[in-house]
């Protein structure tokens, strides 16, 4: 019981040691100056100078040869393969057995933590090792200075265009930092988060809706259903009660409910 307690304060302690971004404003957020980049839809990873782990702090059990010349400082990037594949890359990285489909995998870095000096200088440091240590692996995710909220919108559906999920913004100018912060934002056409499955609504003992229970921002619980987004698999095999869910959503009702909210995933365990 005693080492079951410290793992999930480690866990915690390590997840809230990571960056996290925020939801861009705005009405509330300059940006100018701010550095534009994709935000991938694969698997987040952190790279301690030893081994891979999740963003709860759980192993990442990535090839030897996969991880082989991988730098001896800590990176922070996403495990990923191409727009749209999510599932596919979850499967990968969740086994536990080397799996040759990693070969189709790239680590995309977005920071180098820990590192002194600026964004900039920090993803030097990077490229700097990476020109003497070449690594087909490791990528660096391309950022793209921006001025003003239109160029924002229109990198936006370049990549939505593409089947993405979204873009990224981040203030460059700032030493290495953890936690949420309005200096990293994320931009999306609609808002994303996650849910706790407490029922089902059946019909013909098939799937109509999940009964789902929501924390708010003003952490309210927040009850509703969500019945949009399943595929027909999932409404015979649904999730299972007591797991959490993501889901994407526009807004609120004026009761406080997700408006027009759709499943996207099972949320990863790890």
């Not at 909220?149 to 203030?171: F, P, T």
Request: hydrophobic share 35%; net charge positive.
């Amino acid at each position: 019981m005693k080492f079951f307690l410290f793992f999930l304060l480690f866990t915690n302690i390590f997840a809230n040691n990571l960056q996290k971004a925020i939801i861009y404003d705005e009405r509330k957020h300059n940006i100018n100056g701010f550095y534009l980049s994709e935000k991938l839809d694969g698997v987040r990873a952190y790279w301690n100078g030893v081994e891979l782990l999740s963003k709860n702090g759980n192993k990442i059990y990535a090839p030897f040869w996969f991880l082989s010349n991988f730098p001896p400082f800590e990176l922070d990037g996403e495990l990923w393969t191409k727009q749209g594949d999510f599932e596919n890359i979850q499967s990968i990285v969740l086994s536990q057995q080397e799996q040759k489909e990693w070969e189709n995998i790239t680590y995309n870095i977005f920071e180098v933590p820990n590192i002194k000096g600026d964004f900039n200088e920090r993803l030097n440091h990077l490229k700097n090792f990476l020109d003497k240590n070449p690594n087909r692996f490791i990528k660096i995710i391309p950022q793209i200075k921006v001025e003003n909220k239109e160029e924002v919108y229109k990198y936006l559906d370049e990549v939505l265009s593409k089947n993405g999920e979204g873009v990224m913004l981040k203030n460059p100018k700032l030493d290495y930092f953890t936690g949420r912060s309005k200096d990293i934002l994320k931009v999306k056409k609609y808002f994303d988060d996650e849910c706790l499955i407490v029922a089902y609504n059946l019909e013909k003992n098939r799937l109509k809706s999940l009964v789902c229970e929501y924390i708010n921002s003003s952490k309210n619980k927040i009850i509703f259903n969500l019945g949009n987004g399943f595929s027909e698999e999932q409404r015979l095999n649904p999730p299972k009660i007591g797991e959490f869910v993501t889901f994407k959503y526009y807004g609120f009702t004026k009761n406080s409910k997700p408006k027009f909210a759709s499943f996207l995933r099972v949320r990863n365990q790890e």
